[in-house]
């Protein structure tokens, strides 16, 4: 069974700094990546995703992710984050090939202060 | 872009009325459809996923009685809250999938149905 492991529930950063969200999973089989952002009372947002090719993927926003197969990782990374950037971010795990669900981690707060 | 609404936004009701909520998708034909519940400060739960033209498959504790589900074309899925109680009070999502070329697109999320119960 999949699984995906926000460690960091809520993650505070001054404005202009660099910052990194942590992701990992678990899978048995080959696996779709995402990221999602929510601002408040408001649905998801695709930032980026990992489907195959480069390890590297570029999001909107100026979000970054890389995948690291040997360490089950996809962390998103920011390299200076505006106080705009406050919301809640979303990693999910889907299976490869022609399914279905998405299995979201807990979330992580993203918290920029000035 | 691909672009989901949902309608309403907000709804209130009193305990015991039925609520149904809809999920379009506005510029692409959607075959599969999600709905997921959030609780307050928490992640997204998925309820059910509906094809369309077909009966809809719900995750393990999800009542299927309770959360009436019709996919009844490429672009619109509603969801039916039936006899509402406060506990059904929550924040409803739906996300809408196309196909391509044999493999699964993203999924794209509307933004949310905010429904209290009193």
């Known amino acids: 069974a999949q699984s995906v492991t926000q460690l960091d529930s809520q993650v505070p950063v001054f404005e202009e700094a660099p910052v990194e969200l942590r992701c990992n999973y678990s899978?048995?089989?080959?696996?779709?990546l995402f990221w999602y952002v929510q601002y408040p009372n408001q649905g998801l947002q695709l930032l980026l995703k990992?489907?195959?090719?480069?390890?590297l993927v570029k999001g909107i926003n100026g979000f970054e992710a890389e995948f690291n197969k040997s360490q089950t990782s996809f962390h998103l990374r920011k390299p200076s984050v505006h106080i705009s950037d406050t919301a809640e971010y979303f990693c999910a795990v889907q299976e490869g090939g022609a399914t279905n669900k998405l299995i979201f981690g807990t979330g992580t707060l993203l918290a920029v202060q000035p | 872009g691909a672009v989901v609404s949902q309608h309403p936004s907000r709804v209130i009701c009193k305990s015991g009325t039925s609520v149904k909520i809809e999920c379009r998708s506005l510029d692409f034909q959607a075959t599969t459809m999600f709905w997921y519940r959030q609780f307050p400060k928490q992640s997204l739960m998925l309820m059910a996923t509906s094809n369309e033209g077909s009966k809809a498959t719900y995750e393990q504790g999800v009542e299927k009685d309770k959360f009436l589900i019709n996919h009844a074309s490429l672009t619109l899925s509603t969801l039916t809250v039936t006899s509402a109680h406060p506990e059904d009070s929550s924040f409803y999502i739906c996300?809408?999938?196309?196909?391509?070329?044999?493999?699964?697109?993203?999924?794209?999320f509307g933004p949310g149905t905010r429904l209290t119960v009193l």
């Open positions: 899978s048995s089989v080959s696996v779709y």
């Open positions: 990992y489907l195959s090719g480069s390890t």
């Open positions: 996300s809408a999938r196309r196909l391509r070329r044999g493999w699964a697109d993203t999924q794209y």
